[in-house]
């Protein structure tokens, strides 16, 4: 084994969590700041157009000014090197964001504090939960008229199901918002809303005992000041790294994105306690990420909608190893060996072409439909990683084929489809129908186009009575045939022929779990 490469322990692979609106763009926007990868904030918006004049994007993407597909940013902070995984938001919310959270070995909670926890937050947070990763959090918009700070806590508290570490306490809101009090270094940042675009630095008061408090804040604020941190020190958790790093404690900045305050101090935290790239499970064994070989798996697969560039980038995760252009990888499901001359490797201006690769990096491979969501490659090692799974889908349709005599081409489309990750579809045991899942709804009409052009087939879409879907298993062979013979009207078979139960409701789940308590009902599977 060669020696421990420095510049792995240096990697950060992480995403941002939050619900639309929140602040995930200008978060995103000022990070890239910080990291120097940009010189002006406004110029990720601006990329996002440039973006579209580059061919590789979906029409529908270009007509809506919105990206499908989530991309990958590579920029350098404080000696770090830190890959920002997008975890697209809007209407292109899909199954995409939930897997790319499989990928991460860390991620960013960003919490409008006038909103506080919402439904997105939520769903994003569970996924998170599946494999405990270390969340930090950032209380955004203290600029505007917000919630009480202690009372947002609370509610993450509650609802999230996490433990809140306050490192920074804001200083007022709204117009009377004044700064932030950091709670481990014992000063105060002044907020100062001028910012022109680039880096503004307020002034810091060093000690709360400090009577530049006073000149400064008046002798009211700060006295109160003084009274609210006593009562937050003793009322609120202690910032400790390793309930944060099991994924029980969350580190929480309070700040406003759009003034560029409060952003530094959540980045130097988060660069020094969030975990470097980690070990990974797979079937035969758990992978180290200093192990000498390379390995490394792919959570995400990017369709080129332009007819003549028919291929597809498979977005791949190294664990381990080093990634060198040119070099051979081994799929251990295909049983194949490919030779990846083109990958690329995504900075924060463009992609670029990947000579090296090192954990925790991501490199995206070209290729015309043979690598799958949750392939692992390797260097000859029969190995699968775990842990990206299929997610319930939380939208469903029934497919409406224009020409009957399409509906073998239909099938192989969905099939390759979702075997791409592109969507999920369910043949009912019981009927000859075809439906299809989806967590966000643009996947719908990605499919029907991508239907349309590849494989020439035309088919609508219709409401269908599931509500949500289940994979069900069980120890016991009989108790599963019962229940299959019990409950054929609302299972299905998936793309991969697992089990599923469709729900027509919320209530029907709720009484069949209770009524079959030797029945496993999963809302994830594993490829
Ligand atoms: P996303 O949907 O989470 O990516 O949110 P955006 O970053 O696009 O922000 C949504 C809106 O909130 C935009 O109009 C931003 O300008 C605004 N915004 C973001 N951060 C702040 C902030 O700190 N204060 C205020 N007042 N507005 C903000």
Redesign the pocket.
């Given at each position: 084994m060669t020696e421990v490469d420095p510049s792995t322990a240096e990697r950060r692979t992480f995403a941002?969590i939050?619900?639309?609106?929140?602040?995930?763009?200008?978060?995103?926007?000022k990070l890239l700041l910080y990291g120097g990868a940009i010189q002006n904030a406004g110029t990720v918006k601006g990329r996002k157009a440039d973006r579209h004049a580059t061919s590789d994007w979906l029409t529908m993407e270009q007509d809506r000014g919105i990206s499908v597909t989530s991309s990958v940013m590579q920029f350098p902070y404080a000696g770090r090197i830190l890959n920002l995984l997008d975890t697209p938001?809007?209407e292109d919310f899909s199954e995409d964001t939930y897997r790319v959270l499989t990928a991460v070995d860390s991620a960013l909670m960003?919490i409008?504090a006038a909103k506080g926890v919402e439904e997105r937050t939520i769903k994003l947070m569970d996924v998170c939960r599946l494999r405990d990763t270390p969340i930090v959090s950032f209380i955004?918009?203290?600029?505007?008229e917000g919630r009480d700070p202690t009372e947002l806590l609370d509610e993450v508290e509650e609802v999230l199901k996490i433990r809140c570490a306050p490192v920074t306490w804001p200083i007022g809101m709204g117009s009377a918002f004044r700064g932030v009090f950091h709670l481990v270094h014992d000063r105060v940042h002044l907020f100062s809303p001028r910012h022109e675009g680039g880096i503004a630095h307020g002034e810091i008061i060093e000690g709360l005992d400090n009577p530049r408090l006073e000149e400064v804040l008046g002798a009211d604020v700060a006295e109160n000041l003084r009274e609210e941190v006593e009562l937050v020190r003793g009322a609120s958790h202690e910032f400790e790294v390793e309930p944060f790093l099991r994924g029980e404690l969350t580190p929480v900045f309070f700040?406003?994105?759009?003034?560029n305050?409060g952003v530094e101090e959540l980045l130097s935290t988060f660069v020094d306690y969030a975990p470097a790239p980690q070990p990974r499970e797979a079937d035969a064994r758990v992978v180290q990420p200093d192990e000498e070989k390379l390995t490394g798996f792919v959570f995400k697969i990017q369709a080129n909608m332009d007819p003549q560039h028919r291929d597809r980038l498979a977005f791949m995760r190294i664990n381990s190893g080093r990634y060198r252009r040119g070099m051979k990888m081994y799929n251990p499901r295909t049983g194949k060996t490919s030779q990846n001359v083109s990958a690329a490797t995504f900075m924060a201006r463009e992609r670029e072409h990947a000579d090296e690769a090192l954990p925790g990096d991501i490199i995206g491979l070209h290729n015309h439909g043979t690598i799958q969501i949750g392939d692992t490659f390797t260097e000859g090692e029969e190995l699968r990683f775990t842990g990206i799974p299929n997610f319930a889908p939380e939208l469903f349709r029934r497919v409406m084929l224009a020409d009957p005599l399409r509906s073998k081409a239909l099938v192989k489309g969905l099939t390759e489809l979702s075997e791409e990750g592109a969507v999920q579809f369910f043949r009912p045991l019981e009927k000859n129908d075809l439906i299809l899942g989806a967590v966000g709804v643009l996947q719908f009409d990605v499919v029907a186009q991508r239907l349309k052009d590849e494989y020439k087939v035309e088919c609508r879409f219709e409401p269908v009575n599931v509500h949500t879907a289940r994979w069900v298993e069980a120890e016991d062979e009989n108790e599963l045939e019962r229940f299959r013979k019990k409950a054929a009207e609302n299972l299905a078979l998936d793309a991969a022929d697992y089990l599923t139960y469709l729900a027509p409701t919320r209530v029907n789940l709720e009484l069949t779990q209770e009524r079959w308590p030797d029945i496993h009902f999963s809302a994830t599977r594993e490829h």
């Open positions: 941002i939050s619900h639309p609106d929140a602040g995930k763009t200008t978060l995103t926007e938001g809007h960003v409008d955004n918009k203290l600029d505007r700040g406003s994105a759009v003034n305050f």
